[in-house]
């Protein structure tokens, strides 16, 4: 079986940092690419940074020089660094990664099940 699992999610002030975390776990081959994603309540799923396994980042406008995204291809895990955090950040961050299993031919995608990220005014 493969999972995602993030953790790090919380209330945070306006202004203030966290940092969020997700670990792909089981019969993974490779790692093409990992990212996070968020969704606020009456709001579609956006993209918020994606990393690939040589390093290359992507950021969406609205956290460009705020968030950072880094990997540790050793241990299959994914940070979210969130600086500068905003009201309008607030909703459940998920993380996404492409990943070739031992389980199918090619690689699929694989989502966690959510942090809720909270920023107060």
């Known amino acids: 079986q493969v999972q995602l699992v993030e953790s790090g999610g919380g209330l945070v002030q306006a202004g203030g940092s966290l940092t969020i975390s997700c670990t792909a776990s089981?019969?993974?081959?490779?790692?093409?690419?990992m990212a996070w994603y968020r969704q606020a309540p009456g709001k579609q799923r956006e993209l918020v940074a994606f990393i690939t396994s040589g390093g290359s980042t992507n950021y969406a406008d609205s956290v460009k020089g705020r968030f950072t995204i880094s990997g540790d291809n050793a241990k299959n895990t994914v940070y979210l660094q969130m600086n500068s955090l905003r009201p309008e950040d607030t909703a459940v961050y998920y993380c996404?990664?492409?990943?070739?299993?031992?389980?199918?031919?090619?690689?699929?995608?694989?989502w966690g099940q959510g942090t809720q990220v909270t920023v107060s005014s």
């Open positions: 996404n990664a492409q990943m070739t299993t031992a389980l199918a031919i090619a690689s699929a995608s694989y």
């Open positions: 089981g019969r993974i081959l490779f790692i093409t690419n």
